[in-house]
């Protein structure tokens, strides 16, 4: 297991010099390549000609590229000074940017905000689990039945149906029509049970589309399961069909639920745009689209790096979840 966890850690120490790579090159490489003035996108449409210089001389994007990504790596990983003439700038580890439109450092932004887009997600992972491989499960063990075809058309449903008109029609119904949740947000450290009712609708709303999602692959992967030779020389020892589903069958649907999950969960840490606009929620997926709104280029980059690192930290966590369902895996 340790041998397991070494690897892993080297893959994902690995995979996160790529990630800051590929990201530096997104925006400052490609840009440039194409003629783009990389310093006039960071500091704004509308500024002068100093500002655009005083920028292009702070980001050092007259340094030759091996410099830039030398800089780009300390700031993230040691901080980083942006200094122009007697204008200087420090910016504090961890360094996801600085705006200059703003005049703000972009991680205490992204930590006042993630708490709440973390909640989110994590609420919702809980429900959209819990009933969709419940519903995926039952719907596989009663094929054909009632239950599979409601629940297959109601996933259906929640597949189909946006999230921002799902918001809007709970807002609708149970916050402005029967009146039974204040959809208003309330952060967890002024009242928890406030905070609470406040994420019930957006935790639902955002877990009815990935439930959906869970309850068909968890059927898919289950009827294939389910016709296993394993499965029937255990169903023939004459173990209890809890047993048989519990123990044996479930632990082999799990893996790629699993992989689902890491994905789903580190791209909705990432920020949850649509739940976050339609319930007013003060998070990352908000802050990132009030920065394409305003063209503040450094937000974008400071989400676009902890979705990156968020998903990297998420598939870290299913690799050794793996391991610990199926020790098979450990060999591999």
Known sequence: MLAYLIRRLFAAA??????ILVIF??????????????ALSFVGKQADPASVEGVREKLGLSEPIYTQVWMFFKGIFAGRTYSSGGDVVHCSAPCFGYSFKSEQAVWPVL????????????????????????????????RGSLWDRGAMVVALSGVSLPIYFTGLLSLAIFSFGLKW??????????SF???????ILPWITLAFLYAAMYAR????????????DYIRTARAKGLREQVVIGKHAMRST????????????????GGAVLTETTFSLPGLGQKVLDAIKNQDL????????????????ANLVVDILYAVIDPRVRLS
């Not at 690995?14 to 990630?19: K, N, T």
């Not at 709440?116 to 596989?140: K, M, P």
């Open 14 to 19: 690995v995979m996160l010099v790529v990630v």
């Open 254 to 269: 799990m893996t790629p639920i699993l992989t689902m999950l890491g994905m789903d969960l580190g791209a909705l840490i």
């Open 217 to 228: 692959i968890t059927r898919a992967t289950m009827l294939e399961i389910l016709g296993e």
């Open 193 to 199: 049970t406030g905070w609470l009712g406040g994420m």
């Open 25 to 38: 090159s997104i925006f400052f490489l490609i840009p440039k390549w194409a003629g783009v003035d990389i």
């Open 181 to 190: 949740i204040k959809a208003e947000y309330v952060p967890i450290g002024h």
């Open 298 to 313: 450094p937000f974008i980059l400071g989400v676009v790096l902890i979705t990156s690192l968020a998903v990297l930290i």
């Open 111 to 142: 930590t006042d905000r993630f708490p709440v887009t973390l909640g989110l997600a994590l609420g919702a992972a809980v429900l959209w689990l819990v009933f969709g491989v419940a519903a995926g499960v039952l719907s596989a063990l009663k």
